[in-house]
Every structure is written in C-alpha cells, then in structure tokens.
C-alpha cells in the first residue's frame, strides 16, 4: 500500500499519472506561469536555499577577513559591502522566503486544500519578492557609491541614520537597498495576507481552527505579525526615500529632524521580524518532534496560546535594541520587563516539546537530530536573550560580539536547525525521494559542531569587548586565537552545508523511493502521492481530529474520541 | 497501515476538478513594479517601461479573473473504499470515578467562603456593640478601637474620646472591618478542600484564629497605644461569633467535585488521550452495533 | 472490525469569505503604514527650525472632509442597494460617492497649490512640509487608488458587467474606501487640529 494514497475522504485516488513530455523551454514557461501554490513554494525554498548559499559565502568571506589580526583579504570598503549584504540577504532573501516557501507548500495541503486562496496575488508575491532580491544584487555590478560603479549597499542591513543621507552615502547604494526591500516587502505583504485567507477561508470540513496542525497556526500568527511588522518597515523606507530623492527631513538632523527616530521605526520592524522567522520553526518542530517521539503533541491548546502571546508581546519590546541610546529610566524598565516577559511564552513551549519527547518512542532520524539541536540551541538562546534585556548588563556587551553570538543562536541555532530539518522532513513528499540518512547524519554532526565552534566562542570574543563590524584588530587584544577557532567553525559549517546541498542534488536524482508516508505521520500531506498531483486531494477531505492520518490508520482508535 | 486493509466500496469512478489556469500575467506585473522601482537608481526610462508593464499587467490579470476566473479542468478517477484494522482489538481498563480518588471527592467552592465572610462580618457587629455598651457605655468605643488604627494621632488619646462619635473613625472602621471580612472569608474559603467536613464547627474555631491574628499582629504596627486597649477576651468572643455564623452560611452552600482524582494534564484543560476517559460522543456517528467492542 | 464512518457531517460547515480576510488583513498592514506616518508626524510637530509652520499657512479643510465622510454614508446606501438587487440605485449612490471623492482629492489639489505657490511650502522647505506632503500624500495616493476603483466598478456598471451576485465583492471593496475614511478622521485630527 506504499504507493497508494491515504482514503482521506473514503475514497483513494487512483488517476493513472500523466507522463510529463515537454521540453525544456515549455518545462520552463510552465514553472514561470504558474500558480500552483506547490510549485510556487518550490520556487521559494529553492530561490531562498541559493541566496542561502551567497550569504553564506559573504559570512565566510567575513569569517577569513576576521580570522587573523591585520588581514587584507578583503577590502574595507567590500567588507562594509559584506556584512551589510550578509545581514540584509539572510532576513530578507533567506529567512523570509524559506518560510514562504514552506507555508506556501504545506498550508494548503495540511488544512485539505487544492490551493491558497488568492493562486495569482500568490505567484504576483513570489515574483515581487524574487524580483527584489535580484534587483538589491544588481547594485554589485550596476550601483554606484562612495567608492565608484560596483558599489552594493553598505550601512548595515539596519541602515542607521545619518549615514544612510545623502551627505554620507551618495551615490545609489543606499537606494538599492531601500528600493528593492520596498519591492521585496510588497511580496512579502500579499503572501502574508494570501496565508491569513487561506488559513482562515479554505479549510476542509472538519478542519476547525482547533485542529488545524500547529504548523498551520503557526504560520497564521506569523502572517498576522508580519503584516503590522513589515509595514513599518516600508513605511520607513519610504520617508528614506523622500529624503533621499525628495530632499525631505525626516532623518536629517540638521534640519531638526531624528536619527533615533529611524532607529526607532526600524526596531518596531526589526525585533517582531525575530518572531517572524523564529515562529515557522517552532512550527516545523511542532510537525516534526511528535511524529519522531510517535506521541501526540502535548499540550496543544498552550502552544497555540503561547504562540499567539508572543506575537502581543513582541510587539513591545523592539528599544531593548536601543539601551544605549539613553532613554528615561521608565523606558528602560518597561522595556526590560516586556523583553523579559517574552520568556513566558517561550519557556511554556519549551516545556510543551520536551513532554512531547518524554515516554516518548524516539526515533533517531535526521529531521528529529536537527529538532533536538534546535531544542537545546533555542533555549541557551533564550537565556543569552534574557542577560541582554537587562539594561545595565546591555550597556556592557551592546554591539559587542556576544550580541552577535546570542542572535545567531537564534536564527542558525534555531531557525536554520528547524529549517534543515523541515526540509529532511518534507523533501520526500515534495520530490518523492529520501533525502540520503548517510549523508544527513554527516551534515548534522558537521553543522552542529561547527555551529557550537562558531557560535560559543564568540560568546568569549564579545565579553573580551570585540565590537561587531569592525574590519580587522589589532594583535594584543587576546581575540586573535578565538577568531581563529570562530573562523574554523565557519569552515565546518560551510562544508556540512555543501554535503546538504550535494544531498539535495543527489538524492533528488538517486535517492530511495519515498512512498506517500514514510514517516508514518499523522498530518493530511501524507495522505496524497509524493509528490502530491497538481489538485492534492482527488476528493475533498474530511477530517474528525488533530491528527487524520492517525484516525486513518487506527480505526479501533482514533483520536476524535478523546478530542472535546 | 501496515496492520490496516482497505476494502472497494463502490466501482471507480471519474470527476473533474477545477483549477487556476496558469497565467503570466502576476509575473509581468511584479517585473513591471520592480522596473518601477529600478529606474529610480537607473534611469528614468527603466520607470516608464515599468510603468508600462504594471499597466498591460494590470489589465491582463483584471481580464484574467473577470467576468470568469480562468480554469483548467483536470481529470482524476477515485476509487471510493471502507477500512478496517486487523490489530487485535483489546478493552481498555475501564476507569471508574472512585479509581485512585484523592481526598476529598467533594468540597465547597471557594465563593461559599467569601459569602460565610460577608455573613460572618454582618453578625460580628452585634457582640462587639453589646461589649461597647456593656464595658464601656458606648457603642462606638469598638468601633473607634478599630477606626481609629488608620486616623489620626493616638499617643495620648483618652477613653472618653474612643467613646465618643467621629463619623471619619466609622467610615475608616467600616472599610477595615469590610476588607478584612472579605480577606479572611477568601482565605477560609481557599481553606475549605483541606476541611470539608463540619464547617460550622471549624469555621467557629478557624475564622477566629485567623481574625485574631490577622488584626493581633497589624494592630501592634499600626497604633500600639489602641492595641495595648483591646480586650482580646471580648475580641475572640464575637470573632466566634463571626465563625460561626460563616459556617452556617458555607454548611448550606452545595458541595462540588473536586478535580483531584484528574491528572493534571486534564486539570490545565489539556487534552491528553490515552491518560483521560474517551469522549464516546465527540467525533462523528460511527461504528455499527456489531462491530462496536 | 469497525469500518471508517463516510457519513456526512450534520453540522453546517461556514467558513469566512476569502475576500473579506483579505481585505481585512491589508486594511491591517496599511494601517501599521499610517501609524508609522501619524507618529513621524506628532513626534515632529513644532521641530521644525524654520518657516512656515502650520499655524501660519493651514486652513480647516472642512467642506473637504464632510464631502469624504460623506461618501462612506452613500457607499453605504449604495451596498444595501446591490444587496436588494436594485442596479439603478446602486450605481446613482455608487456615482454620488466618486463626486465626493473627487471633490476631496480636487480640494486637496486646491490647497496643495496654495500651499506651494502662495506659502512656498514644499516637501522640502521644513520638517512640516516633509511631514505634511508625506502624510497627506499618502492618504491622498489612497484615495486616488479607490477611486480608480470605483469608478472601473461604476464603468462596468453601466455597461451591466456588474449584477447583483456581485454583491460581496462590492462590499469588500467598499471596506476599503470606509478605511480610507476611517484614516482621514485620523489624519485631520493629527494635522488640522493637534498639530495647527
């Protein structure tokens, strides 16, 4: 029965499949024409995966260059270039569309629908987004900035003001990079409203919001933050715009008008945006950790509250990035607490996922290795996110490189884990393949040990008081062993993300055959073909519980009976 | 699946499903408005194409949609089927409701308390006005005692003036004697499920206690020089009194079931199947009578 | 043995219409976009180091915003129209409330040139000016957009392409001129009467 689809609707489906005969170019148009909301997430994962690889390549550059004291390997112009572009290309191009592409993929499939609820609005997003990371990458050939033609963005991917005017930054560097996340943003904002439609709008019979996967809630908290997330955003890009082009005064302090105010609009984006990516992967591990743990997940009317508490709370915490600016002692106190209160929350989930592991019957594959990393990753993460809230201790390490290690904990440590082991998770479904074990066992040990290697060190560098972003340091500082031992960890990490890239190639071409399920999960994708046709479901489903396939397959025991 | 079997339940049959036609015209859209965008930090004429493109895209997808989405019909076959297990089929232990019954199965509800405090509180004035009269010829010298702890200075304050009127010392007086009624009636009620049996007899003896002790070591802080005039004889007397009667009141409330016999999966409203009862109506009807174990 | 219940679910399955979230959602994100506008604005009132300020050079659009106002009520006449099935009626409010809209945006036209050529105000010349055109102009984009909106919809109207099954979309789309509104109550609040 390996082959056949789950009776999902008490009927399997059994229309003989079309052998595909185009060729390349009408392969092609159809993948741009598109609309199907599978093919669309493929695009997403595959372009975030590629600018994945570039960023990485940026980091590494960034890792050499800092490896020794007076390094020349890169230019101090390119390693502002660098930096900027590492930071902007991994929230933006990466983190963004990764998890587009896996709620695009899964939300429709996961609720038991054909497609999302706007198929057009969804490709129109995809391209803006697409369209705008090509456009912010032009700027390597086509800008022109301080240092002459080539010249990509180069103020930080946070883009502080004044340095971002005119005055500071002639040229079109900076426009680059307001113009083309503007774009990007766009995209961004239309697939966030497509998820929060479909998730509310199409959802099969049955499906009420409490049985939805808690992937699916996951995403429709994370669509809703973003809308009130990435709009300010643009928005504040816009008035960079005017001031640029227009010649306004929003950020021109000359004319009365605030730096920290930018820095402001600019948090009020930036640290929800944390949230943004973070919460897809608790979503991926919420999939992932009770079908390898074999149990239900525990505790899931908490963790669809806790995920929507910490979409309130963060909300409210965005100066803690500012601690240093100076701020009244009321602003640093209610800052302090509701960035402390963000642990509330978090700490619930936390628990919630290892009661879902305890008793449980664990199985050791590759998806799981990489949830557990997340696990123990996210919650060193968290604590290092608890010691920076506190205002006086922030004052010492602000901008030193123990920011930089507690916020790579963070997105590498846990969204880049969750994100590896979403994708050995539903690589079989989407390709119909396995993903090789051999070669996924590699790639997590590798990238576990060099993420530890990178990422615990320069904890040590950044209480040594090496500030972020600077091009090279002197000798007698005592960094230079540890930046050494943080480079190498890079190079362990890049080498494990070249085996997973080779994985993905090769397992695409000569991995086992997957079968419809072969994780014996509990979601409704499992219950289509790998990979699913172009209508997912031959009949529309119905579903009676939290977990179908589970129903499905122990009829002498299903679920519904013990749902209120 | 591997220990289910699917039977046919009918012959295949085709349908026909409904899906949005493929379309270019988001893509010419989305390049018109990054061109838009480009021509800003290119040249002007990268706008104007832009420009033209969002227009034609505009108009191509408006046509696209309107008056009919286009679709494309894709033709699937479905083959209906029933499913059935072939695990072994065992009973589960029925768990009864005395199963493992943690003590008490039931008790009173925690608002029995603050009702047997307002009660308590009401009848409480009665004993301490006869004690004013009685020992000091004045209904407002226990009433004074207890205002006048939060009013005024009282180092060298006479008997005279306790005895005599002052309506701030009465509203002061009330508030306290309301506040603490509620307080003690609270915590006598979040008291209940470690004594739910006899409350007028431990209400009598515990309320007090609690009264006593509560205003005992607030009054020493709070003004010594009222303090060290409480007649603390006369004092337990109506918070007996108080006790009593807040029993009473708790005694004719109903009872309620304790949750602790629950797991405390249940108890946090966290459904947690296999550890709770199953819920025979949840779910849709299903199961024959013959089939059912 | 016990089989997989098929049976029909008995009770009804409702579920919002796509169009309406959707709608919702973007009247969500614009609104984060105009806070961030209404907030540059008060956080700048009185910043500005020079000339001209608002209380010099702003006047009380009050003719302006009754006629916006007012075209929500006629939009709104105009959905109950659709939902009764009465096209005349519909397409008359319909007509009536891009004429108010139109006298808005040519009001708003109006004073922008005063500003400009009479005041020598620009986007330019102070922290007010790059506020006010910033915030007024963003407003004013969206009213511009509704009524491109409006008027396709009254177009296809007339011409009898829109009927009354087409009643839920109308009444999405009007949501989002009551939006437009909505803001302008904000904006005129912030700018005519905290901020002069």
Redesign the interface.
């Known amino acids: 029965m390996a082959d056949q689809t789950l009776p999902i609707a008490g009927t399997v489906d059994v229309t003989p499949p079309r052998r595909s005969t185009a060729m390349l170019l009408e392969w092609l148009h159809g993948w741009v024409v598109t609309v199907d909301h599978k093919r669309l997430g493929i695009l997403y994962l595959v372009y975030g995966i590629f600018f994945l690889l570039v960023a990485g390549a940026e980091a590494i550059a960034i890792r050499i260059q800092l490896a020794w004291p007076g390094m020349h390997f890169l230019s101090p112009e390119l390693y502002n270039e660098m930096f900027t572009m590492h930071g902007t290309t991994m929230v933006f191009l990466v983190g963004m569309t990764i998890i587009f592409g896996f709620a695009n993929y899964l939300v429709p499939l996961m609720i038991g629908a054909r497609d999302m609820a706007f198929p057009r609005l969804n490709a129109f997003s995809f391209w803006m987004t697409a369209f705008g990371g090509l456009l912010i990458y032009y700027s390597f050939i086509g800008g022109f900035g301080l240092y002459g033609m080539g010249a990509a963005p180069d103020v930080g991917w946070w883009a502080y003001a004044p340095l971002t005017a005119k005055a500071f930054s002639p040229g079109h560097a900076t426009d680059y990079w307001a113009l083309a996340l503007i774009v990007a943003g766009f995209g961004t904002l239309g697939t966030a409203i497509n998820v929060i439609a479909t998730t509310l709008s199409m959802r099969c019979r049955g499906m009420t919001l409490l049985r939805m996967p808690l992937f699916v809630w996951l995403m429709l908290v994370t669509s809703g933050l973003t809308l009130i997330t990435i709009t300010p955003l643009t928005a504040a890009q816009i008035m960079l715009v005017i001031d640029r082009y227009l010649g306004g005064h929003f950020f021109d302090t000359q004319a009365g008008g605030s730096a920290v105010v930018w820095m402001h609009f600019f948090w009020i984006f930036g640290h929800p945006e944390v949230y943004v990516l973070v919460m897809p992967a608790f979503g991926i591990a919420s999939e992932i950790i009770p079908v390898f743990s074999r149990k239900a997940i525990f505790g899931y009317p908490a963790m669809v509250a806790a995920s929507v508490g910490i979409a309130f709370v963060s909300l409210g915490v965005w100066a803690h990035h500012m601690f240093t600016v100076g701020m009244t002692s009321v602003g640093n106190a209610f800052f302090v607490l509701s960035t402390m209160l963000v642990g509330i929350p978090t700490g619930i989930k936390i628990f919630n996922w290892v009661a879902t592991i305890w008793g449980g019957k664990i199985r050791f594959a590759t998806p799981m290795l990489f949830c557990l990393g997340f696990l123990f990753q996210f919650l060193i993460a968290g604590l290092t996110g608890i010691m920076l809230s506190v205002a006086p201790w922030n004052w010492q390490l602000h901008n030193s490189y123990f920011v930089i290690a507690h916020f790579h904990y963070v997105l590498v440590g846990a969204i880049v884990f969750n994100v590896f082991a979403g994708i050995y998770y539903w690589y079989p479904k989407v390709t119909g393949r396995m993903l090789s074990e051999t070669l996924g066992k590699w790639h997590f040990w590798l990238f576990f040990i060099g993420f530890h290697v990178t990422f615990d060190t320069m904890h040590f560098v950044g209480f040594l008081g090496m500030p972020r972003s600077i091009y090279t340091y002197e000798p007698d500082r005592g960094w230079n062993h540890l930046n050494f031992i943080i480079s190498m960890g890079g190079m362990i990490q890049a080498i494990a993300v070249l085996i997973f890239a080779w994985n993905l190639v090769h397992s695409y071409l000569k991995g086992k055959k997957a079968g419809n399920d072969p994780w014996d999960a509990w979601t409704l994708e499992w219950a289509v073909p790998s990979p699913p046709p172009v209508y997912n479901f031959a009949a529309d489903p119905v579903v009676h519980s939290r977990r179908p396939l589970w129903d499905l397959k122990h009829p002498e025991d299903p679920d519904w009976k013990y749902e209120a | 699946?591997t220990?289910?079997t699917?039977h046919k339940?009918g012959p295949?049959h085709s349908?026909t499903?409904h899906?949005?036609?493929?379309?270019?015209?988001?893509?010419v859209?989305?390049?018109g408005?990054?061109l838009a965008?480009?021509g800003?930090?290119?040249s002007l004429w990268v706008t104007a194409f832009g420009a033209v493109l969002m227009v034609s895209g505009c108009v191509g997808?408006f046509r696209?949609?309107?008056?009919h989405e286009a679709h494309e019909d894709?033709?699937?076959?479905?083959?209906?089927?029933?499913?059935?297990?072939t695990?072994r089929?065992v009973r589960r232990l029925e768990i009864g409701p005395e199963h493992r019954a943690h003590l008490p199965v039931e008790t009173y509800p925690v608002t029995s308390g603050i009702k047997g405090g307002i009660a308590g509180g009401i009848a409480m004035i009665f004993p301490a006005l006869a004690y004013g009269l009685i020992a000091q010829h004045s209904i407002w010298y226990p009433v004074n005692l207890l205002g006048g702890a939060g009013v005024g200075p009282s180092a060298h304050i006479t008997t005279a003036e306790i005895a005599a009127f002052h309506w701030s010392w009465l509203v002061v007086a009330i508030v306290i004697h309301t506040v603490t009624c509620l307080l003690v009636g609270l915590l006598y009620g979040a008291m209940l499920p470690m004594l739910p049996t006899r409350p007028v007899l431990l209400g009598g003896i515990l309320a007090p206690l609690l009264w006593t002790g509560l205003l005992h070591s607030a009054m020493g802080v709070i003004n010594p020089a009222l303090d060290a005039r409480i007649q603390w004889g006369w004092f337990v007397v109506s918070q007996v009194f108080f006790g009593v009667v807040a029993g009473l009141v708790v005694a004719r409330e109903g009872k309620i079931k304790t949750s602790r016999g629950l797991p405390f999966?249940a108890r946090?409203?966290?459904?947690?199947?296999?550890l709770?009862e199953?819920?025979?109506n949840?779910?849709?009807?299903?199961?024959?009578d013959e089939?059912k174990? | 043995m016990s089989a997989i219940p098929v049976s029909p679910i008995a009770v009804p399955w409702h579920l919002p219409s796509r169009g309406r979230v959707a709608m919702l959602s973007l009247i969500t994100g614009e609104s984060a976009i105009f806070t961030i506008f209404v907030v540059a604005y008060i956080y700048y009132i009185g910043k500005s180091l020079w000339g001209p300020t608002p209380q010099q050079v702003l006047d009380i659009p009050i003719f302006n915003t009754i006629c916006l106002l007012s075209s929500s009520v006629t939009i709104w006449l105009a959905e109950r129209e659709i939902d009764r099935g009465k096209m005349r009626g519909f397409a008359a409010w319909w007509a009536l409330t891009i004429a108010l809209g139109a006298i808005f945006i040519v009001g708003t036209g109006i004073e922008w040139h005063k500003l400009i050529y009479a005041d020598g105000l620009t986007i330019r010349t102070n922290l007010f000016g790059t506020t006010f055109y910033s915030l007024v102009g963003l407003h004013a984009t969206h009213v511009v957009v509704g009524l491109i909106g409006l008027s396709l919809i009254l177009l296809f109207t007339l011409t009898g392409h829109v009927r009354e099954e087409h009643s839920e979309r109308i009444q999405v789309f009007a949501l989002y001129w009551h939006f437009v509104d909505a803001v302008w109550v904000v904006v005129f609040t912030v700018v005519y009467i905290v901020g002069r």
């Open positions: 699946m220990e289910t699917q339940a295949a349908e499903i899906l949005p036609a493929p379309t270019a015209w988001p893509i859209l989305a390049l408005c990054a965008a480009a800003l930090v290119t997808w696209q949609v309107l008056p894709v033709p699937v076959v479905v083959q209906p089927v029933t499913i059935t297990t695990r089929v999966f946090m409203g966290i459904e947690a199947p296999g709770m199953s819920n025979p949840a779910g849709p009807p299903e199961y024959s089939e174990h």
